[in-house]
């Protein structure tokens, strides 16, 4: 079928139209995957330098000039993730983690990705007991919902 008497503008107005539904961002979707605890991420005086986010583009050190956990507004509500690795464009990224207990009772946090973790989410004994009602140790591993969430919700620029 061959279409005659159409402007070439409407067809890329068209095309336009089909490549930002195509390229529009999704919105954030929340998701299930673990949490466990790593005592690393207590100590205030890590050093980036020994974390995924450490510098490159990306980097918290490159980007905020930032040396140690303490200097992290979120501290310390820090931690890794399996989506971050180095130079990542998640680095320093918000994330808004749930837990429901077996009573149906749940507690969010906000974490900031600085690392990268293997599986789920890593934070720090402090952080998880929080969101576990002091149960991080006797539990070790949780299973909760994340949602990245804007950067201010932890306190980041």
Request: aromatic fraction near 8%.
């Amino acid at each position: 079928m061959k279409l005659t008497g159409l402007s070439p503008f409407i067809f890329l107005a068209l095309d336009l139209v089909i490549l930002s539904v195509y390229t529009a961002p999704a919105p954030a979707q929340a998701f299930q995957t673990t949490l466990q605890y790593d005592p690393v991420f207590d100590n205030p005086d890590i050093q980036l330098s020994n974390l995924a986010c450490s510098d490159g583009q990306h980097g918290l050190i490159t980007r905020y000039e930032w040396h140690t956990l303490r200097d992290i507004p979120s501290y310390p509500h820090v931690g890794g993730s399996y989506l971050v690795g180095w130079n990542s464009p998640e680095c320093g990224s918000c994330w808004k983690l749930t837990y429901t207990d077996g009573n149906g009772h749940a507690r969010s946090t906000h974490v900031s990705a600085v690392d990268r973790t293997s599986a789920g989410f890593t934070v720090g004994v402090q952080a998880m007991n929080e969101i576990t009602g002091g149960n991080a140790v006797g539990l070790g591993r949780v299973v909760v919902n994340a949602e990245q969430v804007a950067t201010s919700k932890c306190g980041l620029p």
